[in-house]
Structure formats: structure tokens, C-alpha cells
T-cell receptor, first 113, second 113 residues
Framework: GESVGLHLPTLSVQEGDNSIINCAYSNSASDYFIWYKQESGKGPQFIIDIRSNMDKRQGQRVTVLLNKTVKHLSLQIAATQPGDSAVYFC????????????FGKGTRLHILP | KAGVTQTPRYLIKTRGQQVTLSCSPI?????VSWYQQTPGQGLQFLFEYFSETQRNKGNFPGRFSGRQFSNSRSEMNVSTLELGDSALYLC????????????FGSGTQLSVL
């Protein structure tokens, strides 16, 4: 079954607020995690990644947090904008994994005006 | 540089037919992975090709096959189409190193009637 999943299928956030999208994984051997954003009619677009030797990584307006103790990953988007409306996927992999990167089912982020 | 290109963008077929989808990776990328995306199952890994060889394979029946050419372009073929094969087929490329992000194309939307 899926080794990566998300806590909520849909998240609604007021424009300008911060968004937090959560993800749980079950494989303790996973050592590489990625967040993707998929807009309607497009393929997934890379947002940010993190390796297991880190617990936090920041990008432009985005931060990924990794808690290996509870096997939890989160994506924080600061000052959410209408253009952030999309489905967000977490994905995980570990070296030598036969079936490459595995994706969770996704969380749809709605931005409220 | 140009991104991952998938053709055709949309395809309508009937049950029992076969279909071939094409993917041109980012220049210099030697790995091409294929994923099937459906609302119910999310992103499911089909297979990965690296230097013209299938390196990884997901849990799909033998009706799903692929190949990669010497210029790294890849094709996937689905024979004896079933209604359940209706999905968005995504191609992703990378250099092929472990623990590396994938770059996705916009996909081919296949409808089987």
C-alpha cells in the first residue's frame, strides 16, 4: 500500500494567511522527501525537497519541516496567494528503492478571498 | 532549456485498442519515469528507463510497456485498453542519480470509451 499519505484531502486558507500542509510516511528507511505542486491541467512542479539529515529547509515563501521521530513532514507556505491554489503532493524515496519516488494522494489547497 | 515534452496532449481510444505515448526529457537527462494519475489512486509509478534499459518497474500488468531510445526519448505503450486505463499519464525526467527530484511534463490525458 501507500507509504506516504496526507492528513487532509482539502485545506481552505484565507488569502494572506500561512498554510500548513501535513504528510505522514511509514517507511523509516526513507531518506529523501519532496513537495510538489500541481495546478489544473499541468504536471507536478517541484517546490522544495529535504534529506533526512536535516529537519528544516527554507525556500522562497515555503518551509519544509521533517520530524523523523514521528515520520511526519509538513509544508508551510507563508502569506498564501491566489496563485498557490493547487494540489500539493508529498513524495518520498530512499536510496536503491526499486519503485522510485512514491507519492501521497495529495491535498487540495483553496485560497479564500 | 526546454522542459519535459509529452505528446499527444489528449487521446481518445476505445476498449481493446492500443496506444503509444511519447515523452522527450530535458536535454541531458538520461532517466525517464512514467506515472499514471487517477482521482482515486493518485500518482502510481509505472516504470523507469535509464540509458535505454528499464531500471525500475511498478505493479502494473504486462499490457503496460515502454522503451527508451538512444536520445533518451521514451515511449510507453498500453495494449488491449480497458476502461480503467483512462487516466493522466505523466512522464518525468532526471539525470538518474539516487534521491533526486523529478521534472514532470504536462501529461497525456487518455480517455478509453
Amino acid at each position: 500500500g501507500e507509504s506516504v499519505g496526507l492528513h487532509l484531502p482539502t485545506l481552505s486558507v484565507q488569502e494572506g494567511d500561512n498554510s500548513i500542509i501535513n504528510c505522514a510516511y511509514s517507511n523509516s528507511a526513507s531518506d529523501y522527501f519532496i513537495w510538489y505542486k500541481q495546478e489544473s491541467g499541468k504536471g507536478p512542479q517541484f517546490i522544495i525537497d529535504i534529506r533526512s539529515n536535516m529537519d528544516k529547509r527554507q525556500g522562497q515563501r515555503v518551509t519544509v519541516l521533517l520530524n523523523k521521530t514521528v515520520k511526519h513532514l509538513s509544508l508551510q507556505i507563508a502569506a498564501t496567494q491566489p496563485g498557490d491554489s493547487a494540489v500539493y503532493f508529498c513524495a518520498e524515496n530512499y536510496e536503491n528503492r526499486d519503485d522510485k519516488i512514491i507519492f501521497g494522494k495529495g491535498t487540495r489547497l483553496h485560497i479564500l478571498p | 532549456k526546454a522542459g519535459v515534452t509529452q505528446t499527444p496532449r489528449y487521446l481518445i481510444k476505445t476498449r481493446g485498442q492500443q496506444v503509444t505515448l511519447s515523452c522527450s526529457p530535458i536535454s541531458g537527462h538520461r532517466s525517464v519515469s512514467w506515472y499514471q494519475q487517477t482521482p482515486g489512486q493518485g500518482l502510481q509509478f509505472l516504470f523507469e528507463y535509464f540509458s535505454e534499459t528499464q531500471r525500475n518497474k511498478g505493479n502494473f500488468p504486462g499490457r503496460f510497456s515502454g522503451r527508451q531510445f538512444s536520445n533518451s526519448r521514451s515511449e510507453m505503450n498500453v495494449s488491449t485498453l480497458e476502461l480503467g486505463d483512462s487516466a493522466l499519464y505523466l512522464c518525468a525526467s532526471s539525470t538518474g542519480q539516487d534521491n533526486e527530484k523529478l521534472f514532470f511534463g504536462s501529461g497525456t490525458q487518455l480517455s478509453v470509451l
